[in-house]
């Protein structure tokens, strides 16, 4: 076990230390957080929990909604105001519902697309652009509220063409009435943490919700809608074209049963041991590097060397002093130059690169004997 | 049950009538009908057990020698039979060809034929028969693995037997008997004979010429009626491959070509094989047909991955007779098995016999130590000059004993030491 973690060492600390910082992480993040644009809970820059800390400070009670089936389970009086923010996730059918449940409260529809408009039942064209400076109330409607001297700002809004409103744009109302209690809020921008500060967007937002004790902040899901919201790219096929993609993939399985069933079972071999013969000397070899066993590999290598020169010779290779005396001779090269490579008292290499030298002159040194 | 390829082709011909009526239920019902069609088909498919199948006796081959396995397959049923029959082998038997289509009669008999082609030394073995039988209609078929066993038994390929004539003609030589100008170089007194031109004049016996009126010569002839004992070591040494051939397989064709031979020249061979214990042993065979036995003793050892027990191994060749013979121990010469195992019971071996250690040596130890480019290289080369070292340490003490060493490459080992015998035998040394 000791020698497992000691092998393992580093790869158990890695370990260790994620799973930490992972904890660490976990425990840092809080609760539960989202990161949808506009949400009552997200306190991020384009969240909306200050506005709705605020509201609740201002004595109005605000619930959070999720789905369709809680908003239905709310009991909605005319003293509520509904806010849907998120409204892109609404469909036909969510949609029916969300108008049906909030028939006798305000409903307030914060950025609400042509398709959403449409499927709340308005009929007013949607104009999306950009929104320079401050604009003024200008009210023509007001049902919406007080909005005496302010301007709101923001970069990006959509104004809904109705009949009655406020804050105009070139093409309609950024806050419009369109319906008996359903206003289009055009700029969901005032209600974020990062821009409500602007202007007097903070001031809007909260005359705009705070006009009922109680505020319903719904964000809809799109786990509540029903199949047939919106087109289908099924309606488009051929009709066969469903079953007969079942019937190629009940081929496919019966094809890979008919290829994949072997005609018997695998004819298996016993294997006999295979041992390479110069295996265990590669080892050695190995073993001599890892030791840097210079000393000793030099050693083997002079006696090898003279071994091979002695019987060339046919001489004792035993007696070292004649054997160098001779080879000089028979060489014409110097005695404490023979000495030096193959002598018993020759030293041993410093490095690896004398061994290398060292080595290859040995081998010189065997084919100059043998040659001559 | 099997399935065929009809059976997602009949799947995909089912598009016809998605296309005209286009409903799940189509394709489910059109599902089931492909699988009742299939059901049935197989029901009404022969069951192959109603074949009886029976292999003829293969006998043995020599390695990489072809052989042929013949199945007889007799249809037991009252029906036709239609099927394809597979014959498997372990791969190394080199079973060819090994799928047959059969069409039986009632009570039709057929002969279907694999030839096999082993790449392996031993026995090898079949794996089993499966037969295959379709239904009527080809959908579906039955499928059944019989258990018909069968064996090849793959020999030692002898490769050293292109040794062999070259060797008798020495032998003859020794004789005296293929040239009358040379006299025997044998040691044992023939008969006398006239001299002829040509013949050495130092093998005049001068005491018969006097008794004489020619001039008479002594011939001689090789002993004959010694014993040879081989001895092969099947131990975990003899388990390393030179190139891809085991040092067993070297070893056993030496030992071929040194019984042959010495058959021939009228010795009588014994043969040991053993490691922990004694895995083959053949008696006594003077026969000319000393080389087949061999092979058949040697078929089947495989090298054992245990240490070589010498002291029982030595037993056994004293056992096998009390004569005075030639022990031949064929043995790689790893310093450490030969030094701690071999050389403590050869003292007392060596005191009724003669002994030869024949050894398989490895030609990339040389050239390993020839190589010296890299620090690998060289560190590479002392190991490989440091065991060829201990090898000759290993020998040297080995011939201090008495023991004659025969150490060559894996080819050159069978002629080795059969002109090592050849040589003892000019020399009386038996």
């Given amino acids: 076990m000791s020698g497992w973690f000691e092998r393992n060492r580093s790869m158990v600390l890695i370990g260790l230390g994620t799973l930490t910082a992972l904890i660490v992480a976990a425990l840092l993040s809080g609760g539960p957080r989202t990161g949808a644009d506009h949400d009552p809970e997200n306190p991020g820059s384009r969240g909306s929990q200050a506005l709705a800390r605020v509201l609740e400070q201002e004595g109005v009670r605000v619930d959070i909604v999720r789905s369709a089936a809680a908003l239905e389970e709310q009991t909605l009086d005319p003293a509520t105001t509904v806010l849907v923010t998120s409204p892109s996730n609404l469909g036909t059918s969510t949609a029916d519902r969300l108008v049906e449940a909030a028939r006798d409260s305000t409903l307030v529809v914060a950025g609400a697309a042509p398709g959403t408009v449409e499927a709340l039942g308005v009929d007013a064209p949607v104009a999306l652009r950009s929104v320079e400076g401050a604009r003024p109330a200008d009210c023509t409607d007001t049902g919406l509220g007080n909005f005496e001297g302010i301007d709101i700002e923001v970069d990006q809004a959509a104004s809904y063409a109705t009949s009655a409103g406020c804050f105009a744009s070139e093409s309609g109302w950024i806050v419009a009435s369109a319906d008996e209690g359903l206003i289009l809020l055009g700029a969901p921008g005032i209600l974020e943490n990062d821009q409500v500060l602007r202007a007097d967007n903070a001031a809007a937002a909260l005359r705009l919700l705070g006009q009922q004790p109680r505020v319903v902040w719904y964000v809809p899901s799109l786990g509540d809608l029903v199949g047939d919201d919106g087109v289908s790219l099924r309606s488009l096929l051929p009709p066969w074209l469903t079953p007969a993609t079942w019937l190629v993939g009940l081929a496919v399985l019966a094809l890979i049963w008919w290829r994949a069933r072997r005609l018997g079972a695998l004819a298996v071999e016993p294997l006999p041991v295979s041992v390479r013969s110069l295996e265990t000397t590669e080892a050695r070899g190995r073993l001599y590097r890892s030791a840097s066993a210079r000393e000793h590999a030099a050693d083997v290598l002079r006696r090898s060397t003279r071994d091979s020169v002695a019987s060339h010779l046919r001489l004792p290779p035993s007696d070292v002093d004649v054997l160098v005396r001779d080879v000089s001779a028979r060489l014409d090269r110097a005695t404490t130059d023979i000495d030096a490579l193959i002598g018993d008292r020759a030293p041993s290499p410093g490095s690896d690169d004398e061994l290398i030298r060292l080595a290859a002159a040995l081998a010189e040194l065997d084919t100059e004997v043998g040659r001559t | ?430």
Wanted: glycine share 6%; net charge positive; hydrophobic share 45%.
């Fill in chain 2, 1 to 430: 049950m099997v399935i065929t390829g009809r059976v997602p082709l009949l799947l995909l011909l089912g598009l016809v009538p998605v296309v005209l009526r286009p409903a799940m239920s189509t394709v489910w019902l059109w599902l089931l009908l492909v699988a009742m069609t299939t059901a049935v088909d197989w029901f009404l498919a022969v069951k192959p057990q109603s074949l009886r199948i029976e292999r003829g006796d293969i006998g043995s081959t020599r390695l990489g020698h072809e052989a042929e396995s013949r199945l007889t397959v007799g249809n037991l049923g009252t029906r036709p039979v239609r099927a394809v029959l597979r014959d498997a082998w372990q791969p190394s038997a080199g079973a060819e060809n090994n799928r047959h289509h059969i069409r039986l009669a009632a009570g039709g008999r057929a002969v279907v034929t694999t030839s096999l082609c082993p790449r392996r030394r031993g026995d090898l073995r079949s794996v089993g028969v499966t037969v295959r039988a379709p239904g009527p209609l080809g959908l579906a078929a039955r499928q059944r693995t019989l258990d018909v066993p069968g064996m090849v038994r793959s020999l030692p390929p002898f490769e050293s037997r292109k040794h062999l004539p070259s060797r008798l003609a020495r032998l003859r030589e020794l004789d005296g008997r293929s040239a009358v100008r040379i006299r025997g170089a044998g040691t044992e007194f023939d008969s006398l004979r006239e001299y002829v031109r040509g013949d050495d004049v130092r093998s005049i016996d001068w005491r018969a010429s006097a008794r004489n009126r020619n001039v008479v010569v002594r011939t001689w002839q090789p002993e004959r009626d010694r014993r040879v004992v081989l001895v092969l070591d099947t131990s975990r040494v003899s388990a390393a491959r030179i190139g891809d051939v085991p040092r067993l397989d070297a070893a056993m064709d030496a030992a071929l070509l040194l019984a042959a031979l010495a058959a021939r020249a009228g010795d009588r061979v014994d043969f040991l094989a053993g490691d922990r214990r004694v895995r083959a042993r053949v008696r006594a065979a003077g026969a000319r047909d000393i080389a087949a036995r061999l092979q058949e003793a040697m078929a089947d050892l495989d090298p054992v991955i245990a240490e070589a027990d010498w002291s029982a191994l030595a037993g056994e060749v004293n056992r096998l007779g009390r004569q005075r013979a030639l022990v031949v121990l064929l043995t790689p010469l790893e310093p450490a098995s030969v030094i701690e195992s071999l050389l403590p019971v050869l003292p007392a071996l060596l005191k009724h016999h003669r002994v030869v250690v024949a050894s398989v040596q490895d030609p990339a130890l040389g050239e390993m130590t020839r190589q010296r480019e890299s620090l690998t290289d060289v560190y590479g080369a002392a190991a490989a000059a440091r065991v060829v070292q201990q090898r000759r340490r290993a020998s040297d003490i080995l011939a201090a004993l008495g023991v004659h060493v025969v150490d060559a490459d894996a080819d050159q080992l069978p002629p080795a030491l059969a002109d090592h015998y050849l040589a003892l035998k000019a020399r009386g040394l038996l």
